[in-house]
């Protein structure tokens, strides 16, 4: 009797594991931000009002958007055209840019991999960033409200300072040419959406 039980804690930890192994795949696909909201927190973790900066995307315009793709290889990337501004050519001595282009007609792209632990709801993503220069960064996001269809994350990105974004999924069709109604937010240093 003690084999048989034995041997059935065995199937069904095997079971979870591997179920756990294929997490990931409600990623898979094209995800694009519709709203990006920075803020700082409190003492007990809520959010303080009067630092709120919410910036709105139209997340099927590939050209002043916010995409992720997230491939079954778990490797993606990033694709930001809702960039204000790019500083090129730093120079070491002076540690300045010397060149700054405002409101660029650009689209960044940025590689990841990634992982993710249903347990802990976190998303892992290492991303690989070449501008301005070759680095890389391991961002941990918390998960919420995630669906088919869209989901949401947290990432505090340093001490009392937060970023949550709300994603939704995007047809694999291509996507459709709208006007430029600019929709820039300002580069916020250790958050996900803004460490350029």
């Given at each position: 009797?003690?084999?048989?039980?034995?041997?059935?804690?065995?199937?069904?930890?095997?079971?979870?594991?591997s179920?756990?192994?294929?997490?990931f795949?409600?990623?898979?696909?094209?995800?694009?931000?519709?709203?990006?909201?920075?803020?700082?927190?409190?003492?007990?973790?809520?959010?303080?009002?009067?630092?709120?900066?919410?910036?709105?995307?139209?997340?099927?315009?590939?050209?002043?958007?916010?995409?992720?793709?997230?491939?079954?290889?778990?490797?993606?990337?990033?694709?930001d055209?809702?960039?204000?501004?790019?500083?090129?050519?730093?120079?070491?001595?002076?540690?300045?840019?010397?060149?700054?282009?405002?409101?660029?007609?650009?689209?960044l792209?940025?590689?990841?991999?990634?992982?993710y632990?249903?347990?802990?709801?976190?998303?892992?993503?290492n991303?690989?960033?070449?501008?301005?220069?070759?680095?890389?960064?391991?961002?941990?996001?918390?998960?919420?409200?995630?669906?088919d269809?869209?989901?949401?994350?947290?990432?505090?990105?340093?001490?009392?300072?937060?970023?949550?974004?709300?994603?939704?999924?995007?047809?694999?069709?291509?996507?459709?040419?709208?006007?430029?109604?600019?929709?820039?937010?300002?580069?916020?240093?250790?958050?996900?959406?803004?460490?350029?």
């Amino acid at each position: 009797m003690r084999k048989i039980s034995l041997w059935v804690v065995a199937l069904v930890a095997l079971l979870f594991t591997s179920c756990g192994k294929e997490d990931f795949k409600s990623f898979v696909g094209t995800w694009g931000v519709e709203k990006l909201e920075y803020y700082n927190i409190d003492y007990a973790g809520n959010p303080i009002a009067a630092s709120l900066e919410s910036y709105s995307y139209d997340p099927e315009d590939a050209n002043n958007s916010i995409q992720l793709v997230f491939r079954e290889d778990k490797t993606g990337e990033m694709r930001d055209g809702a960039i204000d501004t790019l500083w090129l050519d730093y120079n070491e001595e002076t540690e300045t840019y010397e060149t700054v282009i405002y409101n660029p007609d650009t689209i960044l792209v940025y590689t990841f991999t990634y992982s993710y632990d249903k347990t802990e709801s976190a998303l892992y993503m290492n991303m690989k960033y070449t501008y301005p220069y070759v680095y890389s960064r391991t961002f941990m996001v918390k998960v919420s409200d995630l669906s088919d269809n869209a989901f949401t994350y947290e990432n505090e990105y340093d001490v009392d300072y937060m970023e949550k974004a709300y994603l939704k999924r995007i047809s694999n069709t291509p996507l459709r040419e709208t006007g430029r109604q600019m929709t820039k937010h300002p580069r916020k240093p250790g958050s996900l959406m803004g460490d350029r």
